[in-house]
């Protein structure tokens, strides 16, 4: 049986339960309690040196330790329904906005969230090695994630998925960020109409409730 | 006729120049001036309005404007030889890897660049968007960056290539990472011995030449 290393409450594995909800790809899950640090434990460190999830265990041999991995094999290995795209236009346009999504959606959010909060203290940076708060770097994030629900909101504004006029990788990391904003208390109001409407389109795809 | 937009003092433009060699990709080449900030200009931003290289022009309506959309799509374009992989095993242990790359190579070098060089003030980020130097910031990246020389030099110890037993888009990564190091003043030796000797057979290639 495939396994899902998962937290049900970190954004990261959640763009991986997303991900295996659209595909239908049906799987067992395990929750790693990453506030405890279970994810630094000799047990976990064998599955994943990384000490990240998620974490897709997919038979004996093949563990994949990011989403990046994840998202590569399930999308070979299950094209349908396509979550990269088919076309080579499509395809570039899903990979450039899934990117950008990242570096200037999540990444930004999880720079203001773990440099900031008193709880992350050392753990500015996941993986095995602890990396002191920058509270400069704080600030920064949520200037840009700030930034980021402006751009978005307007990249929506004639479009109903973020990429290639179909939903993709590229609407799930977005999901994934746009709603992780809400720990640095940023939330889409009535200042980003595009981005709330397609938020709510988002919404009534049971993948999204996850 | 395809063209790419580079500058040949930038790491990430050279990320496409070797793809696109890789591929035998026949293109013309516009040289943009980063350190005089061309791609701040109005000419440059109706061309790609993120103000970065690389970008690749394939005709008039389609603008690729990061490697990430130029590997989606050259890949999908030209398939052989490929650089992503063919199995569902290969695409997710290169697709991991040169996430790995990009993340803890080639930004940490970027950060500790752009947050510590006096020529490089309020550029602490690509992009149109000015954003300060963060001090603390330049040497959590030098530290990485030394670290990501230490990891990569272990991952090297019984592989040729980055993953997957073949030359891929993370061997490009890679390289550019590991080169680019010279400019925070790190360059591979013999502490690195496994680093060392795959740099060595990359730069037998005529494209990591570039």
Not at 108 to 128: H, I, Q
């Amino acid at each position: 049986m495939i396994t899902l290393y998962d937290c049900a409450t970190a954004p990261n594995p959640r763009r991986a339960r997303i991900f295996l909800a659209e595909k239908g790809v049906v799987h067992e899950t395990v929750q790693i309690d990453l506030r405890s640090g279970e994810q630094m434990s000799e047990a976990f460190r064998a599955i994943n040196p990384h000490c990240t999830v998620p974490t897709l265990r997919v038979d004996a041999t093949l563990v994949l330790t990011d989403n990046a991995a994840i998202a590569a094999y399930l999308e070979a290995q299950y094209p349908q329904p396509p979550l990269l795209g088919n076309s080579p236009n499509d395809k570039a346009e899903i990979a450039s906005l899934n990117w950008r999504m990242e570096f200037d959606g999540l990444m930004p959010v999880a720079e203001a969230l773990r440099n900031g909060s008193p709880a992350m203290a050392d753990r500015a940076l996941p993986g095995p090695v602890n990396y002191a708060q920058i509270p400069e770097l704080a600030q920064r994030g949520l200037a840009r994630a700030q930034r980021f629900f402006e751009t978005l909101d307007a990249h929506l504004a004639d479009r109903s998925f973020v990429a290639a006029e179909q939903f993709s990788v590229a609407d799930i990391t977005a999901v994934v960020a746009v709603d992780f904003a809400r720990v640095i208390k940023l939330k889409p109001d009535e200042r980003y109409p595009h981005l709330l409407r397609w938020r709510a389109a988002m919404g009534e795809r049971p993948s999204c409730k996850l």
